[in-house]
C-alpha cells in the first residue's frame, strides 16, 4: 500500500491535476490530486482510455467526429452507480425484484441520480432505520395540530389489507377501529402496531403467531401485504419537508462506529477522500 501511495505521490507536479487510473486487476481505481494537496480516490467496474502519461479520458463522439474529455469524479460516481442499478435487475431478472429495491435500482440507472436522493431509498434501509423513520415522524406531528391536519388530508399508504390480516381491530372498540382512510390513519397504525408492537396484537391475532413475534416480523409481513408502504411514505414526509436528513446515515452511521470502522455503510460506493502523503 505504502508503494502505491508513493508511486501516486511521485506522478504529480504542481502545475496540472489530471484525473489518473491505476490498473487494480480488471477494474480501475481512478485518483485525483485537489487544491488542498488531498485524494479524491474512487474504484469503479469499467474501463476508460488511458492515454501514455496515465490520464483518463472519456471518448465521446459528436458530429461525425470523436473527441476526447477528462471525466470528473461526479461522472464517476453516477457511471458507478448506473451500472450497480443494471446489475441488480440483471440478477434478479427472472425473480423480480421487491417493490422496494426495483424503485432504487431504477433511481441508480438515471443519469440525474444524486446521493442526496440515493439515501432516501427504502430499499437501502434497514428495519431499524424504518422504525426510527416513524418514530420521529410521530415527534414532528404528536400535540400539533397543523400538522395532523396536514396528515389528515393526504392519502392513506394502503395498509388496510396487512390490517384486516392483523385482526387489530378485534381488540379495538367499534368507535376507535382503525380504518385507514388518511396518511394520519397509516401512521397511527405503523406506530402503534409495528413501532411499539403491542402485546394484544400477538393475543388478538389469529393467524401463526411468528408472524408477529417481534418487529421484525411484522416489517415482513408489511413488505409482503402491501410492498409500496415505505416508498409513498418516505415520498409523502419529503414532500412535506419535516425531515431533512435521512435515518439511514445515522443509523450506518452508528454501526461502523460500533465496529469501529467508519464509512463502511456509506453508499458514496467505493469513494475515499484523504491525504496520501
Known amino acids: ?3 502505491a501511495v508513493k508511486y501516486v505521490n511521485d506522478l504529480y507536479d504542481d502545475e496540472q491535476i489530471p484525473l489518473k487510473a491505476l490498473n487494480f486487476d480488471e477494474s480501475k481505481i481512478f485518483y485525483q490530486l485537489n487544491a488542498q494537496r488531498d485524494y479524491h480516490v474512487l474504484l469503479t467496474d ?14 465521446r463522439k459528436g458530429k461525425g467526429k470523436a473527441s476526447s474529455t477528462v471525466p470528473t469524479v461526479d461522472e464517476l460516481k453516477v457511471a458507478n452507480w448506473n451500472g450497480l442499478g443494471q446489475l441488480l435487475q440483471k440478477l434478479h431478472k427472472n425473480l423480480g425484484l421487491h417493490t422496494e429495491l426495483n424503485h432504487f435500482a431504477e433511481l441508480l440507472g438515471k443519469k440525474t441520480v444524486k446521493y442526496e436522493d440515493l439515501v432516501w431509498e427504502a430499499g ?10 416513524i418514530r420521529e415522524i410521530y415527534w414532528h406531528y404528536n ?13 392513506s399508504l394502503g395498509l ?27 401512521l397511527f397504525f405503523l406506530r402503534v402496531y409495528m413501532v ?19 418487529r421484525k416480523a411484522v416489517v415482513r409481513l408489511l413488505m409482503k ?27 450506518a452511521l452508528r454501526k461502523s462506529a460500533d465496529e469501529g470502522n467508519f464509512g463502511t455503510n456509506d453508499i458514496s460506493f467505493l469513494t475515499w477522500s484523504g491525504k496520501l502523503h
Open 196 to 214: 411499539a408492537h403491542r402485546d394484544d396484537l400477538i393475543k388478538g391475532y389469529g393467524g401463526a403467531k411468528e408472524t408477529v413475534e417481534d
Open 160 to 186: 388496510k389489507s396487512c390490517i384486516d390480516k392483523l385482526e387489530v381491530n378485534k381488540s379495538r372498540e367499534p368507535n376507535k377501529e382503525i380504518n385507514d382512510k388518511s396518511l394520519h390513519n397509516s
Open 46 to 59: 469499467f474501463k476508460l482510455e488511458i492515454s501514455p502519461t496515465g490520464n483518463a479520458r472519456n471518448n
Open 225 to 251: 401485504e402491501c410492498p409500496t408502504y415505505m416508498v409513498k411514505l418516505i415520498a409523502e414526509i419529503r414532500h412535506l419537508g419535516w425531515i431533512k436528513e435521512s435515518p439511514f446515515l445515522r443509523t
Open 124 to 133: 437501502l434501509w434497514e428495519h431499524n432505520s424504518k422504525v426510527q423513520f
Open 1 to 3: 500500500m505504502f508503494m
Open 143 to 155: 400535540n400539533d395540530e397543523a400538522k395532523i391536519s396536514q396528515l389528515k388530508l393526504r392519502a
